[in-house]
């Protein structure tokens, strides 16, 4: 192993300040989204909203963009899952 082997990432103030402005932003764009009734269609399209933001803050604010390949797709594959139980729970709920 050679003397170089420090993993920390080191990210600019000015990358992290504009993941979070980027933050801040779709926290608005989530806001207006309550106040305009779409049908069923409100509940998808915060969930995607919320979603991007949770993978913003995954992979800058937690690092994860800088982890290994197994850390990731054991990421995505809980993902995966929580998505396949949230949606059987949706067509559970849609054909009482």
Avoid: C, W
Avoid at 18 to 45: E, Q
Avoid at 47 to 73: C, D, Q, R
């Amino acid at each position: 192993m050679s003397a170089n082997t420090n993993s920390q990432h080191m990210m600019s103030y000015g990358k992290l300040a504009a993941v979070l402005i980027i933050l801040l932003i779709f926290t608005g764009i989530t806001v207006g989204v309550s106040y305009i009734d779409m049908g069923v269609y409100n509940v998808p399209v915060t969930l995607g909203i919320a979603s991007f933001k949770v993978s913003l803050v995954l992979l800058f604010f937690m690092h994860l963009k800088y982890e290994s390949l197994a850390i990731k797709v054991s990421f995505l594959s809980t993902i995966g899952f929580l998505a396949i139980m949230i949606g059987l729970t949706f067509v559970d709920i849609a054909y009482r």
